[in-house]
């Protein structure tokens, strides 16, 4: 059926997006001079449930990470922080593009016709966040330790476009919801050895702004250094989003969770 493939697209439409990930080495770094880092990073989340509406209809999602990544065209994510003593400079941007075109065929017979639709999906938004690091130390190993809290705008990008064309019309469905929401979040941060460290967060944006009710996510991530400037990070992450507006064609809404594995390379840039 056209309607379920076309919303199974839409179900990958928060792949690779939400929270940033974890185990920032710029936090554990001794407060003085800037400490700056650039991270690249994905998200592959092995499970998407929840219920997405484009023109007042709902449909059930439930996929795994191949039937997302079958439907991926492009996604990147890159996150920037500067730190000068206990106060630091958060920037995170992401960006997911997906498409996928289905076809069916209504009635039978010589009352047969051809059904064409296509779906384009973009999901993107840019974080601006202050934080302070009201926590540092080491402990009886010696080894650093830091915890700090983050708040901030975010601005979002959610489009899901449904395009169908038949024998006699063609309809366009959906659309693009563009809004800027706050942001909090929390982390602490624990120096393994030389090599490794470990972090764990979580953040929180919504609070019912733009029709976001609330959209939060939660990590755990172990950072591994293989050279001065150089690290990569991997853990794991649950994230969870409930948007809802109103379009002139019905409801538009995006309702959501997903959790899965993260990855990402980190330099730094002092």
Same mark, same amino acid.
């Given at each position: 059926?056209?309607?379920?493939?076309?919303?199974?697209?839409?179900?990958?439409?928060?792949?690779?997006?939400?929270?940033?990930?974890?185990?920032?080495?710029?936090?554990?770094?001794?407060?003085?001079?800037?400490?700056?880092?650039?991270?690249?990073?994905?998200?592959?989340? $092995? /499970?998407?449930? *929840?219920?997405? #509406?484009?023109? !007042?209809? %709902?449909?059930?999602? @439930? =996929? &795994?990470?191949?039937?997302?990544?079958?439907?991926?065209?492009?996604?990147?994510?890159?996150?920037?922080?500067?730190?000068?003593?206990?106060?630091?400079?958060?920037?995170?941007?992401?960006?997911?593009? $997906? /498409?996928?075109? *289905?076809?069916? #065929?209504?009635? !039978?017979? %010589?009352?047969?016709? @051809? =059904? &064409?639709?296509?779906?384009?999906?973009?999901?993107?938004?840019?974080?601006?966040?202050?934080?302070?690091?009201?926590?540092?130390?080491?402990?009886?190993?010696?080894?650093?330790?830091?915890?700090?809290?983050?708040?901030?705008?975010?601005?979002?990008?959610?489009?899901?476009?449904?395009?169908?064309?038949?024998?006699?019309?063609?309809?366009?469905?959906?659309?693009?919801?563009?809004?800027?929401?706050?942001?909090?979040?929390?982390?602490?941060?624990?120096?393994?050895?030389?090599?490794?460290?470990?972090?764990?967060?979580?953040?929180?944006?919504?609070?019912?702004?733009?029709?976001?009710?609330?959209?939060?996510?939660?990590?755990?991530?172990?950072?591994?250094?293989?050279?001065?400037?150089?690290?990569?990070?991997?853990?794991?992450?649950?994230?969870?989003?409930?948007?809802?507006?109103?379009?002139?064609?019905?409801?538009?809404?995006?309702?959501?969770?997903?959790?899965?594995?993260?990855?990402?390379?980190?330099?730094?840039?002092?």
């Amino acid at each position: 059926m056209v309607r379920r493939s076309l919303f199974c697209a839409l179900a990958a439409s928060t792949l690779l997006a939400g929270g940033a990930a974890s185990a920032e080495p710029a936090i554990l770094r001794p407060a003085g001079d800037w400490q700056m880092d650039v991270t690249w990073w994905l998200f592959s989340p $092995i /499970s998407t449930t *929840g219920t997405s #509406t484009v023109a !007042g209809q %709902p449909a059930d999602l @439930d =996929l &795994d990470l191949q039937d997302a990544l079958e439907l991926l065209d492009f996604a990147s994510s890159l996150r920037f922080e500067a730190w000068r003593g206990d106060f630091g400079l958060i920037v995170d941007a992401n960006y997911l593009g $997906i /498409s996928e075109e *289905g076809s069916t #065929t209504l009635g !039978g017979g %010589p009352f047969a016709r @051809d =059904l &064409d639709a296509e779906v384009e999906a973009v999901q993107s938004w840019i974080s601006l966040l202050a934080a302070y690091r009201f926590a540092k130390g080491t402990n009886a190993r010696g080894k650093a330790y830091a915890f700090d809290v983050q708040a901030g705008a975010r601005y979002n990008n959610l489009t899901q476009d449904v395009d169908i064309e038949g024998p006699f019309r063609s309809v366009s469905l959906g659309g693009s919801e563009h809004w800027w929401e706050p942001v909090i979040g929390a982390r602490g941060a624990w120096e393994l050895d030389d090599d490794w460290s470990f972090a764990a967060g979580a953040d929180f944006s919504g609070f019912g702004a733009g029709g976001n009710d609330l959209a939060w996510s939660a990590t755990a991530a172990f950072d591994w250094s293989f050279s001065e400037s150089g690290s990569v990070k991997f853990g794991y992450r649950y994230y969870s989003i409930d948007f809802e507006s109103e379009k002139s064609d019905g409801t538009f809404g995006w309702d959501v969770e997903q959790h899965g594995p993260f990855f990402g390379v980190t330099f730094a840039l002092n």
